[in-house]
């Protein structure tokens, strides 16, 4: 069964083809389009054994590719914590193009033609993680493709079951936690 893509809420799309005419101009108009709710995990929380099932929403990214190939990512907050969508940003680049190459990748995955998963975009700020989030909606382990992270155990070529993520992921986060400081400056 292929990856489900999650639709926007009618609402939250309306705001970002608004706000995407506003700041590309009216005569932009999307191509290619994916919507990820966007998940997060806290530095502590991910140390102290926190799984995938425990990743909270914090907003949504399109990322669309123009009619002239322009690809670009835009984010918007999330509706439950803040009410109405807001568009915060766009992007382009390298990043928006490596994102891309890796949602076209976990599309073709052989576990993906066998189960059945939600894409989604994976945050963790405490171990400077991001990556594509498989929700598994049946009995295999949810996948996870590293896009951003500064630790090379989690390559950014990878394709990981949840518990291998989080083996690594934990490890990262303990050793942060390690060397935290609790200066409020501090990164």
């Given amino acids: 069964m292929p990856l489900r893509d999650i ?9 970002y083809q608004q706000s995407l005419g506003d ?3 009216p005569n932009w108009s999307k191509g290619e389009l994916f919507h990820l709710p966007v998940g ?3 530095l502590e929380q ?5 799984t995938l099932a425990d990743v909270a929403p914090a907003g949504c990214r399109f990322f669309a590719i123009g009619p002239d190939g322009t690809e670009i990512s835009c984010e918007m907050t999330d509706t439950e914590r803040y009410g109405q ?4 940003n766009v992007v382009h680049g390298d990043l928006v193009q490596t994102t891309f190459q890796r949602i ?6 052989s576990q993906v033609q066998e189960g059945e998963f ?3 975009l994976l945050n963790i700020p405490g171990i400077y993680f991001e990556g594509l989030h498989l929700v598994s909606k049946g009995p295999t382990s949810d996948l996870v493709l590293p896009v951003v992270c500064m ?14 993520f989080l083996k690594k992921a934990r490890r990262i986060a303990a050793a942060r936690l390690k060397v935290a400081s609790s200066d409020p400056l501090s990164s």
Avoid at 7 to 15: E, K, T
Avoid at 85 to 88: G, L, M, P, S
Avoid at 104 to 109: A, K, R, T, V, Y
Avoid at 152 to 160: D, M, Q, Y
């Fill in 40 to 42: 997060t995990l806290g």
């Fill in 104 to 109: 076209q990748e976990s599309h073709g995955l």
């Fill in 85 to 88: 969508a807001r568009f915060r």
């Fill in 118 to 120: 939600e894409l989604r």
């Fill in 46 to 50: 991910l140390a102290k054994g926190a």
């Fill in 23 to 25: 700041y590309l101009g």
């Fill in 7 to 15: 639709p926007p809420a009618p609402d939250v799309l309306s705001v």
């Fill in 151 to 164: 630790d090379p155990s989690l390559e950014k070529s990878g394709v990981l079951t949840a518990e291998a």
